[in-house]
T-cell receptor, first 116, second 114 residues
Framework: AQTVTQSQPEMSVQEAETVTLSCTYD???????LFWYKQPPSRQMILVIR????KQQNATENRFSVNFQKAAKSFSLKISDSQLGDAAMYFC?????????????WGLGTSLAVNP | DVKVTQSSRYLVKRTGEKVFLECVQD?????MFWYRQDPGLGLRLIYF???????EKGDIPEGYSVSREKKERFSLILESASTNQTSMYLC?????????????FGAGSRLTVL
């Protein structure tokens, strides 16, 4: 069975600095997606970034980038120039790209605090 | 933008009451989901629906049922609420079974059962 592990329940970063959130996963499939979602306090969960497993190039979205290491089954999120608005719970998730029942497998989340 | 609206942000109910949590999406998405979110347990899938009147159990369906009579609306029903169902409930929708499998979430419904 697929699993997603976020080994850091809580992290903190100083405003304007860089932080990396870790995520590892386990799967025997070769075609899948990986995601980072952000859930700010009392606000809805939104997609931050996604990566297709067959693409070697790491995905980037403005200050957010990933380090996708397929062989190591690692998918870390780097936040550059951290802002107060980045404070949130971050969830890593995995999904197969095959078949109809493409449920997401979620990590337990990392709570990120941004210190002014 | 796709919008997923959950009718109640906060609810307080008594043990044994029947509870309805409503979710509406406005972008003609085929798939809809109900998750439960608890500290330290992450997101757990309760039920999902691929189409109108279609539903499948997720990982923790016990004590819950769902209804999808119209494409845009997916309701979660607690037939007899219990204190262990105190939680945050998240509704999400997805365009279909192909593509990038991106979910759009509602703002959540925090249910307290006394």
């Amino acid at each position: 069975a697929q699993t997603v592990t976020q080994s850091q329940p809580e992290m903190s970063v100083q405003e304007a600095e860089t932080v990396t959130l870790s995520c590892t996963y386990d799967t025997s499939e070769s075609d899948y997606y990986l995601f980072w979602y952000k859930q700010p306090p009392s606000r809805q969960m939104i997609l931050v970034i996604r990566q297709e497993a067959y693409k070697q190039q790491n995905a980037t979205e403005n200050r957010f980038s990933v380090n996708f290491q397929k062989a190591a089954k690692s998918f870390s999120l780097k936040i550059s120039d951290s802002q107060l608005g980045d404070a949130a719970m971050y969830f890593c998730a995995w999904s197969t790209n095959a078949g109809n029942n493409r449920k997401l497998i979620w990590g337990l989340g990392t709570s990120l605090a941004v210190n002014p | 933008d796709v919008k997923v609206t959950q009718s109640s942000r906060y609810l307080v109910k008594r043990t044994g009451e029947k509870v309805f949590l409503e979710c509406v999406q406005d972008m003609d998405h085929e798939n809809m989901f109900w998750y439960r979110q608890d500290p330290g347990l992450g997101l757990r899938l309760i039920y999902f629906s691929y189409d109108v009147k279609m539903k499948e159990k997720g990982d923790i369906p016990e004590g819950y049922s769902v209804s999808r009579e119209k494409k845009e609306r997916f309701s979660l029903i607690l037939e007899s609420a219990s204190t262990n169902q105190t939680s945050m409930y998240l509704c999400a929708s997805r365009e279909g079974n192909t593509g990038a499998n991106v979910l759009t979430f509602g703002a959540g419904s925090r249910l307290t059962v006394l």
